[in-house]
């Protein structure tokens, strides 16, 4: 059963569009990250999330954290070929089998 | 980055072989993992370690070992490859709990 579900899973546009991507989930977590990966490398730490309803800023790029803190969403204004790279959120969930799980990833290709 | 380094970072290997990849830290956290990364699973956990000589079991930790002798040092072995153990592996550390992991380059393995 995947405990992240991520969406879409691949997604390409051009140059100047913005663009919403999703992180969805039944359970509950105490945090949720976003990570960037390029090709031959390993995931880049983005953004931590943690509190119900919580936005973040980087730069174009906006994250946001479900009220219930079962989802999140990554919104990124006027792509740049630059954004071209695996989106990975992962979730982490408290308590006695505290464990951080990992969605499968959403391939992000910005063209020129 | 700087604060972990993966070896090797490419290898092919036969099948029914031996396998031992090391990752070596210079951040003294106290936590390091090994994921593996495979199209249409996501990055799953291996096995991690909470301190020297102190290992657990994660999610796919079938057909792998690892040993924890110093602090900076964490191996993970194929005791006998298999080609479902082909994958690209990544190590990752924390300072402490899952939150937060900072990974290291990868390594691509191959088991033909």
């Known amino acids: 059963t995947q405990l992240l579900e991520q969406s879409p899973q691949f997604l390409s546009i051009q140059e100047g569009e913005n663009l919403t991507v999703y992180c969805n989930s039944s359970?509950?977590?105490?945090?949720l990250q976003w990570y960037r990966q390029e090709p031959g490398e390993g995931p880049v730490l983005l953004v931590t999330?943690?509190?119900?309803?919580e936005v973040k800023k980087l730069k174009r790029l906006t994250f946001q954290f479900g009220d219930a803190r079962k989802d999140s969403s990554l919104h990124i204004t006027a792509a740049q070929p630059g954004d071209t790279g695996l989106y990975l959120c992962?979730?982490?969930?408290?308590?006695?089998?505290?464990?951080?799980?990992f969605g499968k990833g959403i391939t992000l290709s910005v063209r020129p | 980055d700087a604060g972990i380094t993966q070896s090797p970072r490419h290898k092919v290997t036969e099948t029914g072989t031996p396998v031992t990849l090391r990752c070596h830290q210079t951040?003294?956290?106290?936590?390091m993992y090994w994921y593996r990364q495979d199209p249409g699973h996501g990055l799953r956990l291996i096995h991690y370690?909470?301190?020297?000589?102190?290992?657990d079991k994660g999610e796919v930790s079938d057909g792998y070992s690892v040993s924890r002798s110093k602090t900076e040092d964490f191996l993970l072995t194929l005791e006998s490859a298999t080609s479902s153990q082909t994958s690209v592996y990544f190590c990752?550390?924390?300072?402490?709990?899952?939150?937060?992991?900072?990974f290291g380059q990868g390594t691509r393995l191959t088991v033909v």
């Open positions: 992962a979730g982490f969930i408290t308590g006695a089998n505290s464990k951080l799980t």
């Open positions: 951040e003294n956290h106290r936590y």
């Open positions: 990752a550390i924390t300072p402490d709990g899952f939150i937060r992991p900072f």
């Open positions: 359970s509950v977590f105490s945090s």
């Open positions: 370690s909470y301190g020297v000589k102190d290992t």
């Open positions: 999330v943690v509190t119900g309803g």
